[in-house]
């Protein structure tokens, strides 16, 4: 009969290195984009998803984040690989679901900056429910879905974001249904902090991705991204150097007004780039916070089996 083990048995070997914690905030050198590039990116040349994590690099220097301190979370496709191309924590997960994946961590770790990268398949196809949702809960995170209004990984089929008459492999004959407008519908489900922004313009890409970051709060970014392959010149109208037009948010646009912001969003395509719609609202992570303080200081000073006890004592 084996012996009832009633302490820990003691560490043989030696150690040789302990991790050191890293030195404060204002100390440390901000990442380069060396540091954080992981695998090279596999998009096809000229696909706008380049810029996108670009300027994720960017942000992440600008702003002095730490490895350790950023995660990127994503679903399935092309736009979805970023976790792979960023050297830091994050997850490639499964298609559609990268939302409630992220919340889990959001509400968990409330000190991290938690970044989740889609495209309009994942976003509003299959993860469409997910996208609902999450932005109810006002959820603090920053959600940037690459739109390029079409499947790229899986190689053109019609997207929820697809204009009637496209023809994709599963609408040879042209897209018949309706697109759903990315805007109305992240204002409609609740996220406190919506922006649309083009991958041609790096600046306010960069801008746009910041002041999500800022944000308390479920933050959505819908990102023009061209997919070159499949979709090619979907998005020549917004864009200056190809005869379009970049109009930008007016700034008498008061980003608190619902009703102003789905009127922003109903201007015909290449609308309006910029903040529609920013409000504060208590997230969910602020109100989970509570609840656990609460919890926990109606058993302050007790421990773990007096708790244990009372909880027992009350199901007599
Ligand atoms: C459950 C499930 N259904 C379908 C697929 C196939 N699939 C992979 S990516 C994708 C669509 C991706 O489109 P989008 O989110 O717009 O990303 P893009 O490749 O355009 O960046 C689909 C249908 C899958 N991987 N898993
Ligand atoms: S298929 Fe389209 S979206 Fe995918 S990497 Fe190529 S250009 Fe980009
Ligand atoms: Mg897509």
Redesign the pocket.
Known sequence: MSAILTEAPPRTGNITSVPSAPPPSDQRKPLSKKELAADHPTSCPGCG?FSVLALYFKLIEKRKLWHEKITTIA??????RFPYFVQAHGAHY???RALPFASGISLSRPDLHVFVF??????F??GGNHFNHTARKNIKMTYVV?D?W?????KK?T?PTSPLGFKSKTDPWGAVDYPINPMKQAIAAGATFVARTTHTNPNHVLQMMEAAMDHDGFSFVECLSE?VEFYEGAFDASNPRKGGAFNVVPADHDVTNEMAAYKLADEPFPGYFGIFYKVTKPTKNAKEAAIGAAAREKVKGLKDWQILQQTFDKLK
């Not at 889609?118 to 976003?123: I, M, N, P, T, V």
């Open positions: 998803d679903g399935i496709g092309c736009s979805s499964i298609h559609g889609g495209g309009d398949g994942d976003a196809s299959i690459m390029n079409v499947y790229g990984l899986t089929q997207s997919c």
